[in-house]
Each structure stands twice: as C-alpha cells, then as structure tokens.
C-alpha cells in the first residue's frame, strides 16, 4: 500500500464481499470503506479483509473505518490487513494522531476524520479542534448526518445547505459528503454542498453491507462527472 494517497472523490463505503469490492472499482470508485467497527452490521473481520487487500491495490485506496478504537487496537489490524488510510469515525481528539505515530504500522497511515456539521456551536468547536490542529496527514474531514449510535450508514441524510459556501471552521480542509446520498438525490447533494467527494454506503445496498452493482453504476454516472 502507498502512503501518498489523493483525496477521495467517490468512496463506497462498508464493503463486505470480494465480488462487491471488485465491482466498486470496477464501477468507478476510488477509495473502499472496510468497516472494522464490530457493532456495525457492515463489520468485516480483518482476517477477512486482509484477502482482498490484494484487489484493491494500486486500483483504488483501501481505507479502515474505526469506532473509538485505541491506535494500538488500530496498528494490531493494520499490521494484519494493510490499508491506506484509517477513517476515525467516533469522538477521537486530534492528539489520536499523534499517539498514533508511535505505532510502526501507523507511521505512514493517512487520516480521515468523520463529523457532523448542523452549524451548532459544538460542531463548529469540533471541526475546529481538527482543523487547527493542522496535522500533515489528516487528508480531510468526512461530513455525516448526526448519529451518537450508529456512526454513519443511518441513510439519513446531512444538512447540504449548510456546507456551502463552505465554513470558515474547515480553513479549506477536503470535505467527504456522506449520509443518505443514492442515485435520487445525489445531483442535488453535490450542487447543493459543493463537496471535494462523496461517501456512500446504504444507497448502494440491497441489504446492509450487501451492494447492487446497478445502484454503484448509476451513483458513479451521476457524480462524477459533477465533481471533475
């Protein structure tokens, strides 16, 4: 795997099958979510995803979406299924990245955080704590709708309105849009939000964690002649 990855414009996230992961790219996306978050009913055992890093690289980056796990519980599944990129999708502080440097199999790992934007003061102090953190490998930030439980694939969607123009708490950080976004309204999404890429998981599903090739193909024709 590579250290020096782009940003992600079309990410399929939540992943749990090799012949889903081949479709994703093959469809057109360029970064595949693996979830490691065991409450998730899209988790995937490392075991499991360690067999398909093979069919991802080179093609598309590989990123491992954690929960508020330790880094140390992160590397230990690092170490057993490489990735390019760790997306922290819980409520990690910015100093998450700096333990996580300590870790060998974290030192060349780039970083996505996940958080809400409502426009709420705590939201605002949130992505403020990232952004002015300035770490130089947080890629960006993931924008998702709010969730204290399920921690995205809640199909529900996020508040578009409020990301364009963009806010100054992102200090021109990427942006990931994700939450609720299919084939229906992710026109709107990415006119709307003006994001750098898009995240998406249950409008790709036929099931939880099970993708519809169709579905992926449509989101690809759509959205990414949109984002450039």
């Given amino acids: 795997m590579v250290a020096d990855i782009r940003f992600p414009k079309l990410k399929f996230c939540g992943l749990t099958r090799a012949d889903d992961v081949v ?5 057109g996306a360029d970064a595949i979510g693996l979830n490691f978050y065991p409450a998730s009913p899209r988790y995937v055992q490392p075991s499991v995803a360690r ?26 599944i690092v170490a057993e299924c490489p990735l390019d990129c ?26 996505i955080k996940a958080v809400a934007w409502r426009g709420l003061e705590e939201d605002q102090l949130n992505v403020e704590r990232w952004t002015t953190a300035r770490h130089p490998r947080l890629l960006g ?6 969730d204290p439980v399920q921690r995205g694939g809640t199909g529900r969607t996020a508040r578009w309105d409020l990301l364009f123009p963009r806010p100054i708490e992102f200090r021109r950080l990427p942006i990931l849009l994700a939450g609720g976004l299919k084939s229906e309204n992710i026109s709107q999404a990415i006119q709307t939000a003006q994001p750098d890429g898009i995240d998406i998981a249950s409008g790709i599903e036929s099931a939880p964690g099970v993708k519809d090739r169709s579905k992926m193909q449509a989101i690809s024709a759509i959205a990414l002649p949109l984002l450039g």
Avoid: K
């Avoid at 409520?91 to 780039?110: G, H, K, R, V």
């Avoid at 930030?141 to 709010?146: M, R």
């Fill in 51 to 76: 067999t398909w890093s093979s069919l991802v690289a080179h093609r598309a980056t590989l990123v491992g979406v954690f929960v508020n796990a330790s880094p140390s519980e992160v590397a230990e």
């Fill in 86 to 111: 760790v997306q922290l999708h819980g409520d990690e502080s910015p100093n998450w990245m700096n333990e996580a440097a300590c870790f060998p199999a974290l030192q060349s790992i780039s970083f």
């Fill in 23 to 27: 479709a994703a790219i093959d469809c």
């Fill in 141 to 146: 930030l993931l924008v998702d709708s709010y």
